[in-house]
């Protein structure tokens, strides 16, 4: 079975600090990766997906970065972080379609623990 | 342009009752449609999603929701609510990237049960 793994599961850092949130899923190959971003109050809001080692595509501008160094691993990092990042971080995986194009098709997202993040 | 809308964000109800959880969404092409439940300090569970077909999907823990074309909603409901069903629920719209689909998340309403 699948598993998907996120941490830290908290995190307080300084205004300022670097920041690296690490996601590895497990039984599953060439997954589809994303990265979350939940803040107080709001829903979701897509930041990253990544269709496979070192592609990394941004939803919006922000301060955060993203890589896939590994099929299975998938990291969010700041340089520096604002107050504005704190937030609950959430990973997620699907199955890639194996044919684009498919409309008919959906892959759930299947999502982490979550890591929630506050910057002080 | 699309964005999903769940005009109650907190909602309160007793064990028992029934719930019904209101989503509104504004999209160009035929949605994709789904409902997560996320418990507290947890992440999302997909309850259930609407691709096509019969407009009244039925999902896990009981809910199901119905697809309304004509009035670009697709609530959810439990006829009778457990004590666990306490929780944060989003409202969610798929829409076709590459290779895969992106969700748009509404801003998610609570739920608390009382007994």
């Known amino acids: 079975s699948q598993t998907i793994h996120q941490w830290p599961a908290t995190l307080v850092q300084p205004v300022g600090s670097p920041l690296s949130l690490e996601c590895t899923v497990e039984g599953t190959s060439n997954p589809n990766l994303y990265w979350y971003r939940q803040a107080a109050g709001r829903g979701l809001q897509l930041l990253f997906y990544s269709v496979g080692i070192g592609q990394i595509s941004s939803e919006v501008p922000q301060n955060l970065s993203a890589s896939r160094p590994q099929d299975r691993q998938f990291i969010l990092s700041s340089k520096k972080l604002l107050l504005s990042d704190s937030g609950f971080y959430l990973c997620a995986w699907s199955v890639r379609s194996e044919t684009s194009g498919r409309l008919n098709s959906y892959n759930e997202q299947f999502f982490g623990p979550g890591t929630r993040l506050t910057v002080l | 342009a699309q964005s999903v809308t769940q005009p109650d964000i907190h909602i309160t109800v007793s064990e028992g009752a029934s719930l019904e959880l209101r989503c509104n969404y504004s999209?160009?092409?035929?949605?994709?449609l789904f409902w997560y439940v996320q418990s507290p300090g947890q992440g999302l569970q997909l309850l259930l999603k609407y691709f096509s077909g019969d407009t009244l999907v039925q999902g896990i823990k009981g809910f199901e929701a119905e697809f309304k074309r004509s009035q670009s909603s697709f609530n959810l409901r439990k006829p009778s609510v457990h004590w666990s069903d306490a929780a944060e629920y989003f409202c969610?719209?798929?829409?076709?990237?590459?290779?895969?689909?992106?969700?748009?998340f509404g801003a998610g309403t609570t739920v608390t049960v009382r007994a």
């Open positions: 999209y160009g092409a035929t949605p994709y």
């Open positions: 969610a719209v798929g829409r076709r990237s590459s290779n895969d689909y992106k969700l748009s």
